[in-house]
Every structure is written in structure tokens, then in C-alpha cells.
């Protein structure tokens, strides 16, 4: 609900954003790395935040102040680009996650889950992620995340210790049926 007075860069570590549900749950939107732009779409339409942003590890973030973006974006064309890209993307990941909360099986949505965040930190085989946090990036309750990932366990596609996952068959996760 904050005006955004700039947009924000992370400068290392991990920083996810989510919606809240009226009834406290709580549904990942995205989920940044060092050189990931938040705020961009915010600041762009002049309207609030509408998304919350919290760090899952140590993190630095840089707030590059509204004026100078409008200032960067009307000057040179080939900023408004890159902003027009990350918007784009943006969209994009948002209407594959539509997809897959409305048609794709549990164990699918969170293998595929799984795959995306291989996708976006420095050691695709390894990470360290909650439960909770794999249930709201996968729209389930924590229980069935728990006992999907015990089935991705058995099934020696993953190896899992508290918080810290290690895919063992990334293939195999990429191609799950639904």
C-alpha cells in the first residue's frame, strides 16, 4: 500500500514478494536475485504497492529514486526497453502460474516449482527454501507440500534436510506427468 518513491535493486542475497489472502494466506508472486529490479510495474503506473517484499536471506537492496528513473526513462529509450522487458517477463511468469494453479496436479505444480527455483540460485542442484515458502509459491497447504516432497524423497528425485533441498533428478522433475 506504500507509494513507491523509486524502484528497488537487489544487490545480493534472495528477496521474495507475496500477496496476502483475506484469510492470512499467503500466495508468492516472486522471488528476486542480485541484479532483479522490484517495484518496477508500481512506479511506472504511479499507483501503490500492491505486493509485500521480505528478504529470505541476508540481503542488500538499492532504492534508485523515482526522479532519476523518470529522468533515465525519458532520455534514453534503451532504458524504457529493459523496463518494458522486465514487465513483459513479468507477465509472462505471472500467466504461467495462473496455468499451472488452475490445471496442473500437485505433485506437478511443486515439481515444477522445484524447477523454477533450480532455475534462480547460484547452485540449481541445491537450496535452502521453507515448506511454507514452497507452499505459497505452489498455491498448496504446508502438510501436502510436506508429503509431496516425502513422495519426491522416496522417489530419489530430491534429497531433503530441514530447509535445505538437493535435486537429484532435475530431469525427471521437468518432465513430470500430470
Known sequence: G???????????????????????????MGLYKPDDYLGVHALLLEEPFTETAEAVDDAAVCLLPKDAIINLVNRYPDITLQFIKILANN????????LELAYNSVRKRLAQVLVRLSKQFADPSQFKISRDQLA????MATQTV???????????LIEKKGSHIQILNLEKLAKMKN
Open 2 to 28: 506504500d507509494q513507491p518513491q523509486g524502484i528497488y535493486l537487489v544487490i545480493e542475497g534472495t528477496v521474495r514478494t507475496f500477496k496476502l489472502a483475506e484469510d492470512g494466506r499467503e500466495l508468492m
Open 91 to 98: 507477465i509472462r511468469e505471472k500467466e504461467d502460474q495462473l
Open 136 to 139: 505459497s509459491m505452489a498455491g
Open 146 to 156: 510436506s508429503r509431496t516432497l516425502s513422495d519426491f524423497k522416496d522417489e530419489k
